[in-house]
């Protein structure tokens, strides 16, 4: 078992910069590949970005590439996402969420953390 649990959601104006965290317990965090994935009202949760289980490599949907970077320290159990130039569709749910595989996390999820809200305004 893994638990997840996200931090660092709030208000923000667009154009700003949030930073979210999630920390995990149980099992080895190492040994896990992490992403973030967001649910906005009315819609499907969608898959933001992913990190293989170093670190090494990263994936990201088209709609946050080059604004978002999702990463990670092993030593302290936790995933981030530094998200900057923050726009009004960027709200939403936040999900951190842990799997076998980077490439296929989009697809196959064993643990979710509860979620951060994040709220860009115009």
């Known amino acids: 078992q893994v638990q997840l649990v996200e931090s660092g959601g709030g208000l923000v104006q667009a154009g700003g910069s949030l930073r979210l965290s999630c920390s995990a317990s149980?099992?080895?965090?190492?040994?896990?590949?992490m992403g973030w994935f967001r649910q906005a009202p009315v819609k499907e949760r969608e898959f933001v970005a992913a990190?293989?289980?170093?670190?090494?490599?990263?994936y990201y949907s088209d709609s946050v590439k080059g604004r978002f970077t999702i990463s990670r320290d092993n030593a302290k159990n936790t995933l981030y996402l530094q998200m900057n130039s923050l726009k009004p569709e960027d709200t939403a749910v936040y999900y951190c969420?842990?799997?076998?595989?980077?490439?296929?996390?989009?697809?196959?999820?064993?643990?979710w953390g509860q979620g951060t809200q994040v709220t860009v305004s115009s």
């Open positions: 149980g099992r080895t965090f190492s040994s896990y590949a």
């Open positions: 990190i293989n289980r170093s670190g090494g490599n990263t």
């Open positions: 969420a842990a799997g076998p595989l980077a490439t296929t996390l989009r697809h196959r999820v064993d643990y």
